[in-house]
C-alpha cells in the first residue's frame, strides 16, 4: 500500500514537470506563421538554414532558392544545403523544402512517418511549423516536385499572402492562383 502511494506521487510529480515544461517550451516560442520570415530572419538577418533533399527533382531546389532569395540579402553559400551535408538539424533554425519522400530533414521533423507520402495529396501543399528542439522547423512540402514548388512560391512572395496559424494546406497549380487555407 505505501508502494502505490510512493509510486503515485512519483507518477504525479513527474507528469507535473512535463505539464510546465511543455507549458513553458511553447510559451517561450509561440510563433507562427503570420509571423514569418521570423524566426529564420533576425535584425535583417537570415539565422537558418534552407534543407533540400539530395534525391530531390530541380525544382524543389528552385524553390528553395526563391525562399533564400525572398528573405533578403546577402544570399550566401551555405544558406542552402542537401540533407545528406547536416549532421543534425535541431542545432538551428530549419526551412526544410519537399516531402519525405525526398528529404531525410523532411522525415525526421515528421516523426519518419511508415509511408513517406502520408498525409499528402495531390495537388496540395503544407506549410508548417514544427518544434525542433530549441529551434523551430518550417516544412514546405508537397505531394509532388510541383506541388512543393506552389508553397514555395507562396513562402517566396509571404507578403502577398496572410500567413497565420502553425499549418496551411496550398491548393491549385504552379500556373494559377493558390487556395490557402488555415489547418487547426
Known amino acids: ?9 512519483i507518477i504525479f510529480f513527474y507528469a507535473i514537470a512535463i505539464i510546465i515544461f511543455t507549458a513553458s517550451a511553447l510559451a517561450i516560442k509561440n510563433i507562427g506563421l503570420a509571423d514569418y520570415p521570423k524566426p529564420f530572419v533576425s535584425k535583417d538577418v537570415l539565422n537558418s538554414i534552407i534543407i533540400v533533399g539530395e534525391h530531390a527533382k530541380t525544382g524543389d531546389m528552385i524553390g528553395a532558392i526563391g525562399i533564400a532569395t525572398s528573405l533578403g540579402p546577402p544570399f550566401e553559400s551555405g544558406i542552402i544545403v542537401l540533407d545528406t551535408e547536416i549532421d543534425n538539424i535541431k542545432e538551428q533554425n530549419i526551412i526544410v523544402v519537399g516531402g519525405p519522400c ?8 515528421m516523426g519518419w512517418p511508415l509511408k513517406c507520402d502520408q498525409g499528402f495529396e495531390p495537388g496540395k501543399a503544407k506549410i508548417k511549423l514544427f518544434d525542433n528542439g530549441n529551434n523551430i522547423a518550417l516544412l514546405v512540402a508537397g505531394y509532388s516536385v510541383y506541388d512543393t514548388t506552389m508553397a514555395c ?8 499572402y496572410k500567413l497565420a496559424g502553425s499549418e ?5 497549380s ?11
Do not use: S
Open 1 to 9: 500500500m505505501v508502494i502505490e502511494k510512493k509510486i503515485r506521487n
Open 102 to 109: 525526398v528529404n531525410m530533414a523532411a522525415a525526421e521533423i
Open 153 to 160: 512560391r507562396v513562402l517566396a512572395n509571404y507578403g502577398d
Open 168 to 172: 496551411l494546406e496550398v491548393a491549385g
Open 174 to 184: 504552379i500556373l494559377d492562383d493558390f487556395i490557402i487555407k488555415n489547418v487547426e
